[in-house]
């Protein structure tokens, strides 16, 4: 039996140190899950709204060709049988080259549908041949051990919250495949701290590998500059890693 104990009367609680205390109080679950929510809705409307008011060649990411991403991730996945995801990829060329080098039924995820839309009309009758995933990574359904390469030159970089990073990598350990490989490009310590209006975290070789973990065995390191339709120029380091859980 539980029984309620009453306050001294001596002890009276101010509002000012009430309202203190509530606010050290950790979120209750249902707060967590709305608050969640609101941040996948508000990024799902920041990309559909950049991809809505500006042309694809426009975008401050927009690359005529993927050459260094397609030659890193030949490096390690041969096609014709490698599955291979593309994390962010959007309206990118890279599913056009893959489809080229002979790779079967790559997966393209993106949070902005109309990205992917954009992707599909300029591949016409190709683009039955590609997977199209519409989700935010933090929540996409990705089933176990089904990628042999994981590609991500969008999307890392913008994952400023440490607890949204676990939950990238959680994802990652779940469905990239023992053995399978990570190609990942994000901005580099010189990069922009920017892209989009939206706050992005940038990375060396050695930072890069430590928030992945264990199980990422790092491979090969590059930099690459990529110059924006703008002609400002964006350092990016590019890193392949293999798969080694314990």
Same mark, same amino acid.
């Given at each position: 039996?539980?029984?309620?104990?009453?306050?001294?009367?001596?002890?009276?609680?101010? +509002?000012?140190?009430?309202?203190?205390?509530?606010?050290?109080?950790?979120?209750?679950?249902?707060?967590?899950?709305?608050?969640?929510?609101?941040?996948?809705?508000?990024?799902?409307?920041?990309?559909?709204?950049?991809?809505?008011?500006?042309?694809?060649?426009?975008?401050?990411?927009?690359?005529?060709?993927?050459?260094?991403?397609?030659?890193?991730?030949?490096?390690?996945?041969?096609?014709?049988?490698?599955?291979?995801?593309?994390?962010?990829?959007?309206?990118?060329?890279?599913?056009?080259? +893959?489809?080229?080098?002979?790779?079967?039924?790559?997966?393209?995820?993106?949070?902005?549908?109309?990205?992917?839309?954009?992707?599909?009309?300029?591949?016409?009758?190709?683009?039955?041949?590609?997977?199209?995933?519409?989700?935010?990574?933090?929540?996409?359904?990705?089933?176990?051990?089904?990628?042999?390469?994981?590609?991500?030159?969008?999307?890392?970089?913008?994952?400023?919250?440490?607890?949204?990073?676990?939950?990238?990598?959680?994802?990652?350990?779940?469905?990239?495949?023992?053995?399978?490989?990570?190609?990942?490009?994000?901005?580099?310590?010189?990069?922009?701290?920017?892209?989009?209006?939206?706050?992005?975290?940038?990375?060396?070789?050695?930072?890069?590998?430590?928030?992945?973990?264990?199980?990422?065995?790092?491979?090969?390191?590059?930099?690459?500059?990529?110059?924006?339709?703008?002609?400002?120029?964006?350092?990016?380091?590019?890193?392949?890693?293999?798969?080694?859980?314990?």
């Amino acid at each position: 039996m539980h029984t309620a104990v009453n306050q001294p009367a001596t002890l009276p609680v101010s +509002l000012a140190a009430y309202d203190s205390a509530m606010q050290r109080q950790p979120p209750s679950p249902q707060d967590t899950s709305k608050a969640e929510s609101c941040e996948r809705d508000a990024r799902r409307a920041h990309w559909e709204q950049v991809y809505a008011s500006k042309a694809i060649a426009a975008v401050s990411w927009y690359q005529p060709s993927a050459a260094q991403s397609l030659a890193l991730i030949r490096s390690v996945a041969p096609p014709p049988a490698a599955t291979i995801i593309d994390v962010g990829g959007g309206a990118s060329v890279l599913v056009d080259q +893959l489809l080229d080098a002979g790779y079967r039924t790559p997966t393209v995820l993106d949070v902005a549908a109309g990205a992917l839309a954009a992707a599909q009309l300029r591949l016409g009758e190709r683009a039955t041949q590609v997977h199209w995933l519409q989700s935010d990574i933090l929540e996409a359904p990705l089933e176990p051990a089904a990628y042999d390469l994981w590609h991500d030159r969008a999307a890392f970089h913008f994952l400023t919250d440490p607890a949204q990073r676990a939950r990238y990598r959680c994802q990652l350990l779940r469905s990239l495949r023992p053995g399978g490989h990570l190609v990942l490009a994000c901005f580099a310590t010189d990069g922009p701290s920017r892209c989009s209006g939206l706050p992005v975290v940038r990375y060396d070789a050695a930072s890069l590998a430590t928030e992945l973990g264990e199980g990422f065995l790092p491979l090969q390191e590059a930099s690459g500059d990529h110059v924006t339709p703008s002609g400002a120029i964006q350092r990016f380091l590019y890193m392949v890693f293999r798969h080694q859980p314990r």
